[in-house]
């Protein structure tokens, strides 16, 4: 065959290849782009999850569950923690059937649902506080209550009266860690900043809150269970 043949047929199998390539391409870039949304989905149902389930109610409950199976002195009778869990858990956890069945809080959505919160977790935390002052409980119980009802004021003042934002959702999570550090020091530590640094990525993954408003929350708890540590307990500071 002439050089020409060759040469003719050496173009054709260039051009087969180079439409190859190009064909070989787009679908590459396509399952590059599934891979991709299909890890942000993965990402975004985690960080939901994690939400869900470091709520408030949630997050007071697993603090009750835990210092009745590992510090049960904590508590000042068996009845103790069934009153701890109806005020810090059982009430602020009713904000959320209601904000769905409420039209005046339904409507308003997110926000709506954000202030019945604020309210019922008040009354919630109110009502322990009233509790450990009219029956007999621990100190440890008085200061867990006040922490709590603390928590609460120092949220609404800052988010409603200086229109400052601060998370209380943070807030809640700081809790149960604030308290499990000072009852369990070395296990605390191991499983609380873990969890805190979960629950600050799932927030900022849904972008809920921002760095500074997850940071203000988290210090209001701090703020509120040293206040408490000093009303209840001025012995530890003289």
Request: glycine share 8%; with cysteine.
């Amino acid at each position: 065959m002439s050089r020409e043949h060759y040469s003719g047929t050496g173009a054709v199998q260039g051009t087969a290849r180079g439409s190859n390539a190009r064909d070989v391409t787009p679908s590459s870039n396509v399952m590059s782009s599934d891979r991709s949304r299909y890890g942000k989905t993965v990402s975004v149902v985690l960080a939901y999850l994690t939400r869900i389930l470091s709520v408030p109610p949630f997050m007071a409950a697993l603090l009750v569950l835990i210092l009745v199976i590992a510090r049960p002195e904590t508590f000042f009778s068996s009845k103790s923690p069934c009153f701890m869990l109806l005020f810090l858990a059982l009430l602020p956890l009713l904000s959320y059937p209601l904000s769905a069945v409420l039209p005046n809080v339904r409507k308003k959505g997110r926000e709506g649902q954000r202030n019945l919160a604020f309210i019922l977790c008040g009354v919630g935390y109110l009502g322990g506080c009233l509790y450990s002052c009219l029956f007999p409980v621990t100190k440890e119980e008085q200061t867990i209550y006040l922490t709590y009802l603390l928590s609460v004021i120092l949220l609404l003042v800052f988010n409603k009266l200086f229109r400052i934002r601060a998370s209380g959702h943070a807030c809640s999570v700081t809790g149960p860690v604030v308290f499990g550090i000072l009852f369990f020091p070395l296990p605390g530590l191991i499983i609380g900043i873990p969890v805190c640094s979960l629950i600050v990525w799932s927030s900022l993954r849904l972008k809920r809150h921002t760095l500074k408003e997850l940071g203000l929350g988290a210090l209001l708890c701090v703020v509120a269970a040293l206040l408490s540590f000093i009303i209840i307990r001025p012995e530890l500071f003289l």
